[in-house]
């Protein structure tokens, strides 16, 4: 699975932004996904997950009731992150990945590259 995160970009507390994770090579439906985030100096961290269906979702505590996480399984096999409400503390690079178990935690198998998210306060 080939993955390609697009989206980010400079925006002030309070603001929105939708991240994009676009996937492409094997069946994208097969397999759960996440995003993950790693603010500079801080270890990666687990922020959303999505089963295969897209049925069931987990977030971290820091981003409930701001952020969701939603999939698209048909011709756009896109995994997306709405980003409401946001806070200089969410700055960060942010990463989408899949894998087969899926889940708040953070070995993912495919990886897909960083996408920098700044929040001015």
């Known amino acids: 699975v080939q993955l390609q995160a697009s989206g980010g970009g400079l925006v002030q507390a309070g603001g929105s932004l939708r991240l994009s994770c676009a996937a492409s090579g094997r069946t994208f439906s097969r397999y759960a996904a996440g995003w993950f985030r790693q603010a500079p100096g801080k270890e990666r961290e687990s922020v959303a997950a999505?089963?295969?269906?897209?049925?069931?979702?987990?977030y971290a505590d820091s981003v409930k009731g701001r952020f969701t996480i939603s999939r698209d399984n048909n011709a756009k096999n896109t995994v997306y992150l709405q980003m409401n409400s946001l806070k200089p503390e969410d700055t960060a690079v942010y990463y989408c990945?899949?894998?087969?178990?899926?889940?708040?935690?953070?070995?993912?198998?495919?990886w897909g590259q960083g996408t920098l998210v700044t929040v001015s306060s």
């Open positions: 990945a899949a894998d087969i178990l899926g889940g708040l935690r953070t070995e993912y198998d495919y």
């Open positions: 999505i089963s295969v269906s897209g049925r069931y979702t987990n």
